[in-house]
């Protein structure tokens, strides 16, 4: 158990739809990031927050979007849905925000029909 | 940005043998080389890192080689057990102590 928390598990759901993907970090860990995850493109880095503010952006659609909240959880919105958005997003923190351990949760698959 | 590449993408070997993955990276300033290990329904772990200022890392029967000059470096498992059964990810840091991650190699241990 890495000690990340990412809901829910599993969700369907249908193209132009809107989702959020939640994430509770380790405690005591200020960084935040978020990765997806797809059979042909391995991990893609998305965002990264540190205690509370954008540090980075990646490869993140501007249908997407994030935020960390001031208890350092995090929240991915996922708007106007595509099928090629279906996918494993993982969700990791840091204690820091430089290079160093990752902790990644089990991940949040979407699937959009 | 940083490019990654991992050979073999698919590894198969007898349960006891060594495998040896590579991974090569494009930033001559990248200083950090973890490696994660992701099985299946799961999210990746880190299994071991090394910094520029190091050659080679031994953990158990897992062993970390880095040729910064060469850009690439390498994870050993040796006598391997089928729980090494995996994806194993290089991630190399970049830019501002960002990670890229390689699309990863699938690690097959034939009991």
């Known amino acids: 158990d890495s000690g990340v928390t990412q809901t829910p598990k599993h969700l369907i759901t249908a193209t132009g739809q809107r989702v959020t993907l939640r994430c509770s970090p380790r405690s005591g860990d200020l960084s935040v990031y978020w990765y997806q995850q797809s059979l042909d493109q391995g991990l893609q880095f998305l965002i990264h927050y540190y205690n509370g503010e954008e540090r980075a952006k990646g490869n993140i659609l501007e249908r997407f979007s994030a935020q960390q909240f001031p208890d350092l959880h995090s929240e991915l919105n996922l708007s106007s849905l595509e099928l090629g958005d279906s996918a494993l997003y993982f969700c990791a923190s840091s204690q820091q925000g430089g290079s160093g351990e990752l902790f990644f949760g089990e991940g949040s698959r979407l699937t959009v029909l | 940005g940083e490019n990654v590449e991992q050979h073999p993408s698919t590894l198969s070997v007898q349960e006891g043998d060594s495998a040896v993955i590579k991974c090569t990276y494009s930033d001559s300033a990248s200083n950090y080389f973890p490696w994660y290990k992701q099985e299946l329904g799961k999210g990746p772990q880190l299994i071991i890192d090394?910094?520029?200022?190091?050659g080679e890392k031994k953990d158990q029967r897992i062993a970390v080689t880095l040729n910064k000059t060469a850009k690439h470096f390498s994870l050993h498992i040796t006598e391997t057990q089928p729980e090494d059964s995996a994806v194993y990810f290089c991630a190399p840091s970049y830019g501002n102590n960002r990670l890229a991650f390689g699309k990863g190699n699938q690690v097959v241990v034939i009991p």
């Open positions: 090394i910094r520029s200022n190091v």
